[in-house]
Every structure is written in structure tokens, then in C-alpha cells.
């Protein structure tokens, strides 16, 4: 089965200064119940982005008509907490296709990969640069470009490498699926149990 | 140059390592529960494939099931489809479940070692971020979304890169009142919620080497609270101990084998480890949390850490966290009320944690403004609890005694905190509305947290033990 393809994204971005966001706030474990993949973008930022009414609360980026944009920018350990790839599930579903940060939770960065969301790990610097663009200029591009690795600020043309796992780029790329490869390999699976 | 105990298990479970490519590691046993696993499922469906080791696959319901009243339907019909759910998946995929009122149910991370499935030298996974208690035993253990979920059942493998490794030390004697969590969350607000990220730790020193079973399952449990792969700590003869004999546990001559084995499993001498860290058993105190995650921790006499004194960077988030937590700049948080208490979750709810507050609060009872919920982690726990008379004890102090799940941990199935009050929770995790929206978690030990229920406010557990009385 393939995977979303991803290649290069051209988009203005939401900022949410914030350190350490878990998966529990982006998306609470009482939105856990469903048994389907869909649907969890109307939960995202749950109780950040709504009142104990499920009011939108004005002060939340995401209630805010300023921003938009397929990428949200955040602060360091982004995903910290729970193993939920509903959090993956839920940023994808709002219509995010790239988080950018100065750091990822190991599972979370796992989890985006898995489903066709990138995670850009960028510098402290460059992150600083990105909220200080964001927010003189709502309206300023962030382009990722997956194939080269590097992620600029259109306006400022200030740009940075980032890294990503070789084989999971070529997955995010061609469409790959981590079952097919590991299913392309059975050989070595059944010979390995045979060895025990 | 010699191996850490780490690379000595994973190396022991490499089916192809390739340049370039993440290795393909096998997982001895795959622990699957109802929130994590259908969505997997149904990709088998979609690929039309089968569980590959149903056998080693090992299924119970947890995180969405009440923990009162539990021979009765569940009332919530969302968590009673997600509950039925994973009774027909296993059922149409052949894998064994431990659901509901089978002796054998409870939370993936308490059942796992008491059936004996976890041993030394094995590789488990979950889609659960608290799988890393498994480490506890000598393993490779760690949490993995639901794509991995459905890539371990397909292939009973995972493509996984290998991490970076850690050592912690903690050498010398624990202060009185003080005990595993206390380890633990002190390692922590040293780290940080992200130092251990890319990182397998393994926990070293003679203090850990003194720890029960349990005590080991705390520490390794909270490993990914500082966001490492996994904890793991050697097995030696309290581990093999612990094994021997137990429901899944290798017999006879399997048993002398594995063993045999299980001794050649530890870090050698000139093992190489990517970072050290070492700390001194008598600096740590009884832990509290006082943020809104665990890296937010402080000795229980401690004050609460000035915003001007945190990167500037971080300030903004900083000064958040403490008020939405209700604690200011410089606060003692002695004597702060607290409204719930909730001893349970994968850290701490077996039947040691549950033998050590019994013994504390014997004659005591809970202080009028607290509500005290006590959930053991299986079926066998309660049970156990039952046959020792502690659920008399708890009773007469006022903490019902309940059945077993996650509960009040993650604010999913009934039992939540309601906005705006303070729980002081044996847990994991105090993240913002982690045990209900608008809910104050402060994290602690069960001994801490039994305190705070008879005084009705946060307590130096140390103050109320007398001489000779329990050590942690």
C-alpha cells in the first residue's frame, strides 16, 4: 500500500510559540474512542482551541483569521508524552502537511512519517527567525523542500538544511510503506525465526 | 570494546541491518489494547493480511474500560463499540485477549510482567508510550503508533533505527520515605522531559540494584517522561526471582537455559555509552510535581523555580504552566489543599505500591476534603489486595478499593478530575487536562500521595514516619 506522496510545500504557517506541546493537548484521550484514522481534526488543540462549551476561544491561533496555512510552526519537543498517532492523525485531518520545530519527540516524529506529515527539525536561530517573520508578515510563505532538504523564508530568503532519515524520505517521496519493505524481506523474517 | 546491555539485545534481534535503511528488528511479543489497535486492524483488512504470530500477540482492555462495576455493560457507548471492537478483532485474528472479567485482565504494562511474558533479553512493543516498564526486566521495550501496531502484527517485526545510549548511575542510600518514583522523577527534573530523547538509558548504581521488581518497573516506566526510547536495567537474581514460576514463564530445562542466558545479559566493563549521568541517592527528597510536565518536579521542602531564573525563551511557557497549575513564583507548596488522590496507572499500582500504603494509612483515614481512588493494575492485583485484607485496610480509611484499569491517569474512560481541582496522582504524566479538562496534576509517590490523602494537603511524608516505620 502506498503512503501519501510528498515532495514540496509552499505555504503561509500558524505560530504556536509554545515549548514542550504534548500529544495530550493535541489531541486529549477522550477523542480516543473512535476506531477509524478520520475525523480527528475537529479535536485538534481540543481544549486550547474551545471552552468548556465548545465556544472557540478568540485568544487560540487557531480561532484566530490571521493565520492559515498547511504548516504550523511550534516550540521545542513538539509530540513530548503519549505514543498516540491519533496526534499525527488529527494535524494531518486540520490540513497541516508539515510541524516545524527546533525538536520532535521520538514517537510523534515517528508517527507524522508514518502518515505523510513532515516533521522539519530547524536550529533555535532559525525557528526565532521563522516566529519573528510570522509575525511581522501574516501573510509570509514557508517553503519546505523535501527532495533538497532545506526549508526557506520566501520573503527573507533566509533558509536551512534539515535532516531526515534517507530511507523514510525516499518513503515520503515514492509513496513507500514500511509493511511492503519489511514484507519484501519475509525471507530473512522466517530465517531469523528458524535460528531461534 | 565490550557491549552495553542494550546492543547485546538488540543485536540478538536484528533479522537485516542495511546501510542506509533502519534495521529490521523481531519483537518477541507484540501487547496490543483497545484504543491503539483497531484502526490497525482494519489495515490488515484493507491489505488482506493475517496477525503473522498471533501467539505472540497478547491483547487486554484498559485505557477505555470504568474501574467500578465492571461485570456490568459499559455505560458509554463509544468505549463499549471501541471494547467490543477489540473482543472481535482478536477473535477473528486468532489473538488471545484478557479482556473484561477474564483473572488475567488489566493494565498491559502490570499483566505482561506478572504473567510472565516479559523476560530478560526480549524485545516488546506496544502502542503505548509506557511500554519502556518492560525494560525493567533486562529488555528492549518501547511505545509505538498504530501504523507500527499494524506493521508488528503483518510482519512481527519493526523497521527501527538504533538509538543513542545512556547511562544513569544512582549510587548510595535512599532517606527515609523516599523510594522508587522519588528516583525517578528527581532523574527527571534533572534531564528534562526532553533530555532522554534518542536515547536507550539504562539505570545503574547500587540504589537501583536495591530496588524490587516493582521499584525497577517505575523507573523504566517514566523513561519515556524524559522522552528516551526506552529504559532498560540489568537482570540479576532479584529479576530472576521475580520470573521464575510465573504463568508463561519458561519451565525446566527451558528455565535453566534462559537463565544461563539471562546472566550473560549486562553492560561490560568497557562498554561505551553515548552520554553518562550519575547521581547521589541521599540528595533526593520526596518528589512533587509543580508544572505542567514531568520535567517540573522538586523536592517536597523545595520552592517552586522562579520564572526570571528559566531561559528566556522558554518564560512565556513557563509562566503558563504555573498558572494554569495554580502555584506561584517561589511557593512552598507544603500544606497547599488538594482535593483528589489517585493511587494506580502503570507506575504504580501493583501490589507492593498497594502493600505500602496499606501499611501507612493502617488506623488513619483520609482527610474530609480529599477523595481517595486506589486502582490496582490487574485482576491478580486485586485479588492479592483482597487475600492480604488490605481492601479492609483502605476501606476503613476511606479509599475504596477499585477494579482494575488505567483510570484516572489519562482522563478517557470515567474516572476523570473535574476543572480546577488538584489531584495528587501516583501517574505518569501531569500534562494540562491529563486526568480530565482544567485538571491539576501533581505527581508523586504512593507514600506521598497517601499522606496527602490523610492530611488532605501536600505533606513531607517523612514528618509522619516514625522511627523504624516503612522505608521506601
Request: hydrophobic share 35%.
Amino acid at each position: 500500500m502506498s503512503t501519501k506522496i510528498f515532495k514540496h510545500i509552499q505555504s503561509t504557517a500558524v505560530p504556536l510559540p509554545i515549548e514542550n506541546i504534548d500529544t495530550d493537548q493535541i489531541i486529549p484521550a477522550r477523542f480516543l474512542k473512535a476506531t477509524t484514522r478520520e475525523g480527528f481534526g475537529n479535536n485538534l488543540f481540543r481544549d486550547w482551541r474551545f471552552d468548556e462549551n465548545d465556544n472557540p476561544k478568540k485568544d487560540f491561533v487557531l480561532n484566530n483569521p490571521t493565520y492559515s496555512g498547511k504548516v504550523l510552526v511550534a516550540g521545542k519537543n513538539f509530540g513530548c508524552g503519549s505514543s498516540r498517532e491519533h496526534a499525527a492523525w488529527a494535524l494531518s485531518d486540520y490540513g497541516f502537511d508539515a510541524v516545524v520545530s527546533s525538536f520532535f519527540a521520538d514517537i510523534f516524529k515517528g508517527n507524522a512519517l508514518n502518515n505523510g506529515l513532515l516533521p522539519v527539525q530547524v536550529s533555535d536561530d532559525f525557528l526565532a527567525k521563522i516566529f519573528d517573520e510570522l509575525y511581522s508578515d501574516k501573510d509570509a510563505q514557508i517553503e519546505i523542500d523535501l527532495e533538497q532538504q532545506v526549508i526557506r523564508i520566501s520573503n527573507t530568503g533566509d533558509e536551512e538544511a534539515f535532516e531526515i532519515n534517507p530511507y523514510k524520505k525516499a518513503c515520503l517521496i515514492n509513496g513507500y510503506d514500511d509493511i511492503d519493505y519489511i514484507l519484501s524481506n519475509k525471507a530473512l523474517v522466517e530465517e531469523f525465526e528458524a535460528k531461534q | 570494546m565490550g557491549n552495553t546491555l542494550f546492543d547485546k539485545i538488540w543485536d540478538a534481534h536484528v533479522v537485516s541491518s542495511k546501510e542506509g535503511f533502519p534495521d529490521i528488528l523481531y519483537i518477541d511479543t507484540h501487547f496490543i489494547h483497545e484504543v491503539t489497535s483497531p484502526q490497525a486492524f482494519d489495515g490488515l483488512r484493507k491489505r488482506g493480511l493475517p496477525v503473522l504470530r498471533p501467539k505472540q500477540t497478547v491483547a487486554t482492555a484498559d485505557h477505555n474500560v470504568p474501574t467500578w462495576d465492571q461485570h456490568l455493560p459499559i455505560k458509554e457507548e463509544l468505549s463499549r463499540y471501541q471494547v467490543d471492537m477489540l473482543t472481535k478483532n482478536c477473535a477473528e485474528f486468532g489473538v488471545e485477549l484478557y479482556g473484561l472479567g477474564h483473572p488475567y485482565q488489566g493494565i498491559v504494562h502490570v499483566i505482561g510482567p506478572e504473567l510472565g511474558i516479559t523476560r530478560p533479553g526480549g524485545t516488546y512493543v506496544c502502542g503505548d508510550s509506557h511500554t519502556s516498564t518492560h525494560g525493567a526486566f533486562g529488555a528492549i521495550a518501547f511505545g509505538i503508533g498504530t501504523s507500527q501496531v499494524e506493521q508488528v502484527m503483518a510482519t512481527q517485526c519493526l523497521l527501527q533505527s538504533r538509538p543513542k545510549r545512556m547511562k544513569i548511575e544512582v549510587n548510595g542510600k535512599l532517606q527515609k520515605g523516599v523510594g522508587a518514583k522519588d528516583i525517578i522523577l528527581y532523574i527527571i527534573s534533572k534531564t528534562t522531559a526532553a533530555g532522554g530523547t534518542g536515547y536507550a538509558v539504562e539505570y545503574a548504581g547500587d540504589t537501583i540494584r536495591s530496588l524490587s521488581m516493582e521499584g525497577r518497573m517505575t523507573i523504566c516506566n517514566m523513561s519515556i517522561e524524559m522522552g528516551a526510547r526506552c529504559g532498560l536495567i540489568a537482570p540479576d537474581d532479584t529479576t530472576i526471582e521475580y520470573v521464575k514460576g510465573r504463568e508463561f514463564a519458561p519451565k525446566g530445562e527451558e528455565w535453566d537455559k534462559a537463565v544461563a542466558y539471562w546472566k550473560t545479559l549486562y553492560s561490560d566493563d568497557d562498554a561505551q555509552f553515548d552520554s553518562v549521568l550519575s547521581f547521589n541517592a541521599e540528595d533526593i527528597e520526596p518528589m512533587i510535581t509543580y508544572g505542567t510536565n514531568p520535567g517540573m518536579g522538586i523536592g517536597v521542602t523545595q520552592h517552586v523555580p522562579v520564572t526570571a531564573d528559566v531561559d528566556p525563551t522558554e518564560q512565556k511557557s513557563y509562566a503558563n504552566s504555573l498558572a494554569y497549575m495554580g502555584v506561584h513564583d517561589d511557593e512552598s507548596l507544603i500544606g497547599k489543599p488538594i482535593d483528589y488522590v489517585f493511587i494506580g496507572s502503570c507506575t504504580n499500582s501493583r501490589i507492593e505500591d498497594l502493600r505500602e500504603v496499606a501499611a501507612f494509612v493502617k488506623g488513619k483515614h483520609k482527610a474530609d476534603n480529599v477523595t481517595v481512588w486506589v486502582v490496582p493494575g490487574s485482576k491478580q492485583v486485586q485479588e492479592q489486595a483482597i487475600a492480604e485484607g488490605l481492601d479492609k485496610v483502605f476501606e476503613s480509611a476511606g479509599f475504596p478499593l477499585r477494579e482494575p484499569g488505567c483510570s484516572a491517569c489519562l482522563g478517557m474512560n470515567e474516572d476523570k478530575i473535574p476543572a480546577g481541582k488538584y489531584c495528587v496522582s501516583t501517574s505518569n504524566r501531569n500534562f494540562e487536562g491529563r486526568q480530565g479538562p482544567n485538571s491539576r496534576t501533581i505527581l508523586a509517590s504512593p507514600l506521598t500521595a497517601a499522606a496527602a490523602a490523610v492530611t488532605g494537603k501536600i505533606t513531607d511524608i517523612r514528618e509522619l514516619l516514625s522511627e523504624g516505620e516503612l522505608v521506601g
